[in-house]
């Protein structure tokens, strides 16, 4: 399990080549809030536009790198339907609340966690939030209803039960 802000700053090289073609700027989440669709590539001399890497180019995640098929992977992100889709919408998840759709505060979004093979979120995590779970950090397994928005994130009201502490969930998995 990666935290997904692990990742920025990591080198983007091509496997073909061994060509470092940027750098990872950001991770791009679908709209459910469920999968790591790709990266948002940080070039240095690029100026025509957003470009990305879909997840699946991703051959693997290491410390200081991410390993890509090769410089074709690189596009234009007005070119990848999905992943324009996202830009379009301009949903950002950072500092955005995560409330159930009855109302209560689950803390302010920090952070997500993925499966680095698959790009599959597993996890959110939480600062602050309100009544009895309030904890300085938790963590919200993947719920299956989720719905960002500009300001807030709204999960179903089932979502609140499954919230755990940080530390105890990092251990778990």
Same mark, same amino acid.
């Given at each position: 399990?990666?935290?997904?802000?692990? =990742?920025?700053?990591? !080198?983007l090289?091509?496997?073909? %080549? %061994?060509?470092?073609v @940027?750098?990872?700027? #950001?991770?791009?989440?679908?709209?459910?809030?469920?999968?790591? =669709?790709?990266?948002?590539? #940080?070039?240095? %001399?690029?100026?025509?536009?957003a470009?990305v890497?879909?997840?699946p180019a991703? =051959?693997?995640?290491?410390?200081?790198?991410l390993?890509?098929?090769?410089k $074709?992977s690189?596009?234009?992100?007005s070119e990848?339907?999905?992943m324009?889709d996202?830009?379009?919408? @301009?949903n950002v !998840?950072?500092?955005?609340r995560?409330?159930t $759709?009855?109302?209560?505060?689950?803390?302010?979004f920090?952070?997500?966690?993925?499966d680095?093979?698959? %790009?599959?979120?597993?996890?959110?995590? !939480?600062?602050? @939030?309100?009544?009895?779970?309030r904890?300085?950090?938790?963590?919200?397994? $993947?719920?299956?209803?989720?719905e960002?928005? /500009?300001?807030v994130?709204?999960v179903?009201?089932?979502?609140?039960?499954?919230?755990?502490? =940080?530390?105890?969930? !990092? /251990?778990?998995?």
């Amino acid at each position: 399990m990666l935290k997904g802000s692990e =990742l920025i700053h990591r !080198l983007l090289i091509t496997r073909d %080549g %061994g060509e470092q073609v @940027g750098k990872v700027q #950001d991770l791009i989440v679908d709209h459910k809030g469920s999968q790591v =669709l790709g990266v948002l590539v #940080d070039e240095k %001399g690029w100026f025509s536009g957003a470009h990305v890497v879909r997840w699946p180019a991703v =051959l693997s995640v290491g410390e200081d790198t991410l390993v890509i098929d090769s410089k $074709t992977s690189v596009a234009k992100a007005s070119e990848v339907p999905d992943m324009k889709d996202v830009f379009d919408r @301009g949903n950002v !998840l950072a500092g955005v609340r995560v409330r159930t $759709t009855d109302g209560r505060d689950l803390g302010k979004f920090e952070a997500f966690y993925f499966d680095e093979t698959s %790009g599959r979120i597993l996890g959110y995590e !939480l600062s602050g @939030g309100s009544g009895r779970k309030r904890r300085s950090r938790s963590f919200l397994p $993947t719920p299956a209803s989720f719905e960002a928005g /500009k300001d807030v994130a709204f999960v179903s009201p089932e979502a609140a039960d499954t919230v755990q502490d =940080l530390k105890e969930a !990092l /251990k778990q998995s």
